[in-house]
Nanobody, 127 residues
Framework: QVQLVESGGGLVQPGGSLRLSCAAS????????MGWFRQAAGKEREFVAG????????YYADSVKGRFTISRDNAKNTVFLQMNSLKPEDTAVYYC????????????????????WGQGTQVTVSS
């Protein structure tokens, strides 16, 4: 089973930026779409951003469109989430996830599409 390890979370002021990374084990990383989700305290986990297996397609939740950018480096088995113009409502635990279906180019924007999850990294936006 692929292991996913997130890093890069922390405390940032409103308007600031953070870059999350998710490193994957194994040799199959490049075959699968990847996604980022988040879960705020007392709320359900929600989709944030997704990227196709090749990196040629990206898609975002409306709440982060224009502020967040997902990317991947298949040579380094890593997916990234660049977060700019952060707001207090972005505060959550952020999770990366690997889609269940290899070589898929459709948009996977619900949790049921993903089979492997990282342990999460806390992002807190506060002054």
């Amino acid at each position: 089973q692929v292991q996913l390890v997130e890093s890069g979370g922390g405390l940032v002021q409103p308007g600031g930026s953070l870059r999350l990374s998710c490193a994957a084990s194994g040799r199959t990383f490049s075959m699968y779409p990847m996604g980022w989700f988040r879960q705020a305290a007392g709320k359900e986990r929600e989709f944030v951003a997704g990227i196709t297996w090749s990196g040629g397609g990206t898609y975002y939740a409306d709440s982060v469109k224009g502020r967040f950018t997902i990317s991947r480096d298949n040579a380094k088995n890593t997916v990234f989430l660049q977060m700019n113009s952060l707001k207090p409502e972005d505060t959550a635990v952020y999770y990366c996830a690997q889609a269940r279906q290899a070589y898929s180019s459709v948009e996977h924007n619900t949790a049921r599409h993903y089979g492997n999850w990282g342990q999460g990294t806390q992002v807190t936006v506060s002054s």
